[in-house]
């Protein structure tokens, strides 16, 4: 069992920054990957940004050059910093994991970009 917990949602207006965190507990040990997926209103969710254990990261187009996604192993923590956000990256933001084929997701954070 995996627990995933996000924070640092909020209204935000475009061209500012957020700091998304998602703290992991339990059966911590077996997670080689973590991502950040979100889903806008009417939209499907979509990957935002993954990082693996041994650093490599990946990111959706969308995001690219202002999204920035990392690790703090002694914290059990995933990062996703956005900067220079736009309008179109409202959604609620959701941390996930995989382990042994089981799927575990945070309850999402909510992250409205106003114009």
């Known amino acids: 069992q995996v627990q995933l917990v996000e924070s640092g949602g909020g209204l935000v207006q475009a061209g500012g920054s957020l700091r998304l965190s998602c703290v992991a507990s339990?059966?911590?040990?077996?997670?080689?990957?973590m991502g950040w997926y979100r889903q806008a209103p009417g939209k499907q969710r979509e990957l935002v940004a993954s990082?693996?254990?041994?650093?490599?990261?990946n990111y959706a187009d969308s995001v690219k050059g202002r999204f920035t996604i990392s690790w703090d192993n002694a914290k059990n923590t995933v990062y996703l910093q956005m900067d220079n956000l736009k309008p179109e990256d409202t959604a609620v933001y959701f941390c996930?994991?995989?382990?042994?084929?089981?799927?575990?997701w945070g309850q999402g954070t909510q992250v409205p970009v106003s114009s």
């Open positions: 990082i693996f254990s041994g650093g490599h990261t």
């Open positions: 996930h994991t995989d382990v042994w084929g089981y799927a575990y």
């Open positions: 339990g059966n911590i040990a077996s997670i080689d990957a």
